[in-house]
Structure formats: structure tokens, C-alpha cells
């Protein structure tokens, strides 16, 4: 069974930074690769980063160069550092991952990830 509980979200300055938490009840956490997705008011899911087993990690290009996915294999937790955030991040940030076969082939679509947590809000103030 799979479980992710995102944290960290809240109001935050345009400009300023956020750093969101993903704790993942997976017995095989360290070799699954995991994935954040944001959903903006109106807009369908998107990428946001992929971080693999082996902690490479992938950006989607709009974040690329001010976010920064991590993760801590000890304590189950993967990390998306937000940096320089603009208005346009306002959304509901999610945390997905797939079953482990697959888990570190990054995709950038929703519909192919099979797990998911219920999301943290970020919203920009300017």
C-alpha cells in the first residue's frame, strides 16, 4: 500500500521561497523514483520535478534553475525547494510515484502515474 501526505504549502511573497514535504509510507521507498505535479485554479495538472532513486532529477522548464527536488531515503521524505517564486505557482502542489517497476522512468503526464497524495497549497501574494 501506498500512502504520500504533502506538507509545507501556505502564503508566501512573490519572490520569496517554500519548501514542500512529501512523506511517503512505502516499504520500497528507496528505490522508487517520485514526482511532483501543481494544479493551478482552472488548469489541468502539471510537472513540476521527478527526483530518482538514485536522487537525478528532472524539471520541467518553467521551475528549472529556482526549484530543487531532494530527498532523504531515511526518513521517507522527498523534499521540492522553491526558490524566486512567481505568481504563476500559485496552485495545489502534489506528490505522485508509481508502482516500483516503473517508478524511475520520469514522466511529465498525469495520467501515468498511479499514486498520489492529496496536495498542499502554495498561493502567491504580491
Known amino acids: 500500500q501506498v500512502q504520500l501526505v504533502e506538507s509545507g504549502g501556505g502564503l508566501v511573497q512573490t519572490g520569496g521561497s517554500l519548501r514542500l514535504s512529501c512523506a511517503a509510507s512505502?516499504?520500497?521507498?528507496?528505490?522508487?523514483?517520485m514526482a511532483w505535479f501543481r494544479q493551478a485554479p482552472g488548469k489541468e495538472r502539471r510537472f513540476v520535478a521527478a527526483?530518482?532513486?538514485?536522487?537525478?532529477?528532472t524539471y520541467a522548464d518553467s521551475v528549472s534553475g529556482r526549484f530543487t527536488s531532494s530527498r532523504d531515503n531515511a526518513k521517507n521524505m522527498v523534499y521540492l525547494q522553491m526558490n524566486r517564486l512567481k505568481p504563476e505557482a500559485t496552485a495545489v502542489y502534489y506528490c505522485a510515484t508509481n508502482d516500483a517497476h516503473i517508478s524511475n522512468y520520469v514522466k511529465i503526464s498525469e495520467s501515468e502515474y498511479k499514486y498520489w497524495g492529496h496536495g498542499t497549497q502554495v498561493t502567491l501574494s504580491s
Open positions: 512505502i516499504r520500497t521507498f528507496s528505490s522508487r523514483g
Open positions: 527526483v530518482k532513486w538514485n536522487t537525478g532529477t
